[in-house]
């Protein structure tokens, strides 16, 4: 396996930092500093002083932030670990200032997984988050905060092996959310659950979708299919690695969504597409616009999660799913993206039942 290099990370992880609104600047003078250094231990320890920097002057959602770069892509050594750790308690601190963000432990036959919630309750229907391969539950703040405005209940989480989840990543990985769903109860999740799942979580959720019919919807950001599996060593050092990391080494060949498996997804799919996407092939979403019944995407001219398109990228996804919850303000989203008519082509498909 072939570890990812200094000038790779530093490309993957600028897509984090301006996800998260880490400031440009500090990214830059950071990344500089650790090229230049060009020793890899420098990568975790800068970011992590830059974390306990904004601790101490009282930023805990800021230094969160920072500790998540530490960590990335995966806690391959010690500091990457602490960091890690260091993640999830300054989002505590700041979530318990916030308000109105619970955190939930669930035991489940695939492993123990942890999530932050808000608005959760009988009646709203149920946006659960979750991101890739690489990302932390604790990226995902937004959507939490956010949760009384979409009138809906919110659960971010992590992808098996991700964070604190415990569960091993392979080819039973697609029982995750249906065992997710199974502990909220079929009260919580009676109005409908909505995925959002990047990348990685949106093939997951893909797959769940084929058996479990409490799956509403999924929209997603570049998000894998089939051909990635059979040939990882296609793929960046960093994705290779990361994947090496979460399943043990073992193959996963086996997790590649057939036609037939595309068939019987039968509920919305959206979709954001990168045509230079360095991890997703375009003839992902084609296989997905050829069988899926219900099948939705935007392309941009853009690498792999659309960096540079961050804002139409949140238009488009938040537009989608206002209007699978029934929000007329779906509508006014969709006007806005229209007059910035940076959207690029796209498609729609209706696929025979």
């Known amino acids: 396996m072939t570890e990812p290099t200094l000038a790779e990370l530093a490309d993957f992880a600028g897509l984090h930092a301006r996800a998260q609104g880490l400031d440009p600047g500090s990214v830059a003078s950071a990344l500089a500093r650790i090229k230049a250094g060009g020793d890899p231990a420098a990568w975790p ?8 920097r904004q601790l101490a002057e009282g930023r805990p959602l800021q230094a969160c932030r920072y500790f998540v770069l530490a960590r990335f892509p995966y806690p391959a050594d010690d500091v990457r670990a602490a960091a890690g750790r260091s993640a999830v308690a300054a989002f505590d601190t700041w979530r318990r200032r916030q308000g109105g963000i619970e955190r939930r432990e669930f035991a489940l036959p695939s492993g123990d997984v942890a999530a932050w919630t808000a608005n959760l309750h009988e009646g709203n229907p149920v946006l659960l988050v979750m991101g890739g391969i690489i990302s932390v539950k604790e990226q995902w703040a937004p959507f939490l905060t956010s949760a009384r405005r979409l009138r809906a ?18 080819k039973g990985s697609d029982e995750l959310i249906p065992e997710i769903l199974d502990a909220l109860g079929a009260r919580v999740c009676a109005a409908g659950v909505h995925v959002v799942g990047l990348s990685f979580a949106g093939h997951l959720a893909l797959s769940s979708a084929r058996h479990d019919p409490r799956i509403s919807s999924i929209h997603t950001v570049g998000a894998p299919v089939s051909g990635v599996f059979g040939d990882p060593a296609a793929l960046p050092a960093t994705t290779t690695s990361t994947l090496a990391h979460l399943s043990g080494g073992a193959d996963l060949s086996g997790m590649a969504l057939t036609r037939d498996d595309l068939a019987r997804v039968r509920v919305p799919v959206r979709y954001v597409a990168s045509r230079r996407d360095e991890i997703i092939p375009r003839r992902e979403w084609e296989l997905l616009a050829e069988h899926v019944a219900d099948f939705e995407w935007v392309e941009f001219d853009d690498v792999h ?49």
């Open 45 to 52: 320890r800068t970011w992590s002083e830059l974390g306990d």
């Open 305 to 353: 999660g659309s960096p540079g398109h961050l804002a139409d990228t949140r238009l488009w996804l938040l537009r989608n799913v206002l209007a699978r919850l029934g929000d007329r303000r779906a509508t006014v989203l969709g006007l806005l993206l229209a007059l910035r008519g940076r959207t690029g082509r796209g498609g729609l498909t209706r696929v025979a039942p």
């Open 153 to 170: 209940g919110v659960l971010v989480t992590e992808m098996p092996s991700v964070g604190e989840n415990t569960a091993p990543y392979g």
